[in-house]
T-cell receptor, first 113, second 112 residues
Framework: SQKIEQNSEALNIQEGKTATLTCNYT??????LQWYRQDPGRGPVFLLL?????KEKRKERLKVTFDTTLKQSLFHITASQPADSATYLC????????????FGTGTRLTIIP | KAGVTQTPRYLIKTRGQQVTLSCSPI?????VSWYQQTPGQGLQFLFE???????NKGNFPGRFSGRQFSNSRSEMNVSTLELGDSALYLC???????????FGPGTRLLVL
């Protein structure tokens, strides 16, 4: 069955360092992968989308890589700040259009001042 | 532009009852998806509606149903509530599909 694993439930990083979150998947051939941020008591907020034929995507301090051979995506936050503390979710989509997203269980990131 | 709104925000029901949750998408968005989020299972896809038609469905029992109206507003219904239905129910809207979805704040349902 399809399985999406995010490296750990919780990750603590010192302020100013780079936080790296991992999303691994099995039995899946995604057309694209998304990363979301979720704060307590709120819905997820879309951050980045990367397609299967793209290796890397950047947005301000965020960088996502996508390796379809390793079946893995890495999500980096550079120069991390306490405000980056949240749960980060990866989600996979099988094809554009008539499809559904499958989410990982998330990694709770805490940036320590 | 107003974001996705969901009503009610909190709900307490007892086993066996039914519940209807409402979602108003961002203006111009025609796709609405529903998700259930629990600590144990994470975010799980329920169904997606586009132009009043259910376009995709997750692996949930038939007690979970939904519909979409001509103005793209959507409702989700759960009949014969079970304790395990306690969860945060999220809806998300997008222009035409699940790419770049915008989530609402969710409805927290507690079944006693």
């Amino acid at each position: 069955s399809q399985k999406i694993e995010q490296n750990s439930e919780a990750l603590n990083i010192q302020e100013g360092k780079t936080a790296t979150l991992t999303c691994n998947y099995t039995n899946y051939s995604p057309a694209y992968l998304q990363w979301y941020r979720q704060d307590p008591g709120r819905g997820p907020v879309f951050l980045l989308l990367i397609r299967e034929n793209e290796k890397e995507k950047r947005k301000e301090r965020l960088k996502v890589t996508f390796d379809t051979t390793l079946k893995q995506s890495l999500f980096h936050i550079t120069a991390s700040q306490p405000a980056d503390s949240a749960t980060y979710l990866c989600a996979l989509g099988s094809n554009f259009g008539n499809e559904k997203l499958t989410f990982g269980t998330g990694t709770r990131l805490t940036i320590i001042p | 532009k107003a974001g996705v709104t969901q009503t009610p925000r909190y709900l307490i029901k007892t086993r066996g009852q039914q519940v209807t949750l409402s979602c108003s998408p961002i203006s111009g968005h025609r796709s609405v998806s529903w998700y259930q989020q629990t600590p144990g299972q994470g975010l799980q896809f329920l169904f997606e509606y586009f132009s009043e038609t259910q376009r995709n469905k997750g692996n949930f029992p038939g007690r979970f149903s939904g519909r979409q109206f001509s103005n793209s507003r959507s409702e989700m219904n759960v009949s014969t509530l079970e304790l395990g239905d306690s969860a945060l129910y999220l809806c998300a809207s997008s222009l035409s599909g699940v790419e770049t979805q915008y989530f609402g704040p969710g409805t927290r349902l507690l079944v006693l």
